[in-house]
Each structure stands twice: as structure tokens, then as C-alpha cells.
């Protein structure tokens, strides 16, 4: 581990640039100090650690921190890059990895059993591009699912608003305020998995919680929803972290 530069100081963050030995491997990091009270230690998507530590930590600490979580980190690290990989031949579009063909055009275009992108693209930019491909297919796609399951729930409540987002952490939410998010990146997830979160949200407009009048509303709807929240689980969790 050696500490490089600091690249940047303000007021309230202190970043600094370093590389760290994974496995013998020269790795990046990225180290930033702020007002907080607890460390957060990511991989992220192109494969640099990221450690956010509070002021009071030096940086001694905060490499000894990172070296302490080695072997979770090879294993995002190692996760990560083969993800990267994947979006180099093939891209998933309602849970089917489709493959990508590199033709002479100058955008993105989904067709039913390929994707054609440019010849000169990297895995980031087929990525960027599907991510607002996504988005745009969201659009279309969730108000169809929300209408066909509303019934259920109309009784009770009043229709949510949809807003499609791209998110991080999580497929959806149901704001009190009366909004239904939804992540734009269910479009590469499975149809019966968008049903789950679609149900899932809709369900809140009952149950604010995840309690048992919750579980059992959902046993209800969707008899394998643990199953299908399982799956969404195991297939989403590198797609939303990269
Ligand atoms: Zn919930």
C-alpha cells in the first residue's frame, strides 16, 4: 500500500489517491474523509476500492481497515470485472442475455434476438446506452403491469403515480406522498420478476410494512413470491452495484 496525492480538500471531504496490493495486485483506491460516523468500504464497478472513513480515522487505520476485508473485496473486485466482461458480448433484456453484434452504426438498436451497437464500443458505453434504453422501455412497460394488478387494490386506495428511476440499492418503493418508483433496470430482469416488484409496491398501498398482513396480502397475489424474491435477489445484485 502507498499513499500517492491528495487530490482534492474542502471544507467538509478530504480525498486522497492511493494503490493497495490485492493478492499482489496493484489495485486503486480511493480514500475520502468526512463528517460521518461510520467506514464504508465498496468495489466499484470498473474494479477501485472506495473507502469513506470519518475525519477522525487516519489514514494508517484506514488502509489497515482495507486490508482487513481483502478477501471480500478480491471477490467484488473479481465479480465486477467479470460482469464488465459480459456487457462486451451480450446484454440482458427481460431476462435473456442477448447478444451483441458490432456493426458500422453510430447507435444502439434492440432488435428481437440481437443488439447492434457500434464497433468502437466499450463495455461502458453499451452500458450507458442501455441504461437509457431501459429506461425508455420502462416507461411503457410498468403502467402495463401496475393497470393489470390496480384492481386489486383499488378499493382501498388511491392509484399511486409512476416515476421510473435508475437505482442503486433498491428495484422500487412506494413514496407516502403517492409515487410508485420503479428501477428502470427490471427491463433486463425476467417479466415475472417486474410482476414481483410491481405487486410488492402495490401492496405498501395496504401495508406500509413488511409485517404478516403484508406477507400473507402477497401469498395471496403471487403464491411464489418467495421464490421469485429469491431470484430477483440472486440474478439483480451485481446489475444494481455496477
Ligand atoms: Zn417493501
Known amino acids: 500500500m502507498s499513499q500517492r496525492r491528495t487530490v482534492k480538500k474542502s471544507a467538509q471531504i478530504v480525498h486522497h489517491q492511493c494503490t493497495v496490493m490485492l493478492a499482489g495486485e496493484e489495485v486503486a483506491c480511493r480514500v475520502s474523509s468526512s463528517v460521518r460516523k461510520s467506514m464504508r468500504l465498496q468495489m466499484t464497478h470498473d474494479g477501485c476500492i472506495d473507502l469513506r472513513m470519518p475525519l477522525s480515522v487516519s489514514m494508517a487505520e484506514g488502509l489497515a481497515f482495507v486490508q482487513q476485508h481483502q478477501h471480500w473485496l478480491l471477490q467484488r473486485r473479481h465479480a465486477s470485472l467479470q460482469q ?12 435473456r442475455q442477448t ?6 452504426i453510430t447507435r444502439l438498436t434492440v432488435l428481437q434476438e440481437r443488439v447492434l451497437v457500434p464497433s468502437i464500443w466499450q463495455a461502458a458505453d453499451v452500458q450507458q ?16 403491469v401496475i393497470d ?9 386506495a388511491q392509484k399511486p403515480q409512476l416515476r421510473v428511476k435508475k437505482m442503486r440499492t433498491r428495484w422500487g418503493s412506494l ?6 418508483n420503479m428501477n428502470c433496470l427490471l427491463m433486463a430482469m425476467a417479466p415475472d420478476l417486474i410482476e414481483l416488484v410491481v405487486v410488492h409496491e402495490l401492496c405498501h398501498t395496504r401495508y406500509f410494512d413488511h409485517g404478516r398482513q403484508f406477507q400473507s396480502l402477497m401469498s395471496e397475489l403471487l403464491p411464489d413470491w418467495r421464490d421469485r424474491e429469491r431470484r430477483l435477489h440472486e440474478q439483480g445484485r451485481l ?4
Open 84 to 95: 464488465q466482461q459480459r456487457w462486451l458480448v451480450s446484454v440482458p433484456l427481460l431476462g
Open 99 to 104: 447478444n451483441i453484434e458490432r456493426t458500422n
Open 129 to 144: 446506452a442501455m441504461d437509457g434504453w431501459y429506461r425508455q422501455q420502462a416507461r411503457e412497460y410498468f403502467p402495463v
Open 148 to 156: 393489470l394488478w390496480w384492481p386489486h387494490f383499488a378499493a382501498h
Open 175 to 180: 413514496s407516502q406522498r403517492g409515487y410508485i
Open 239 to 242: 446489475l444494481l452495484s455496477s
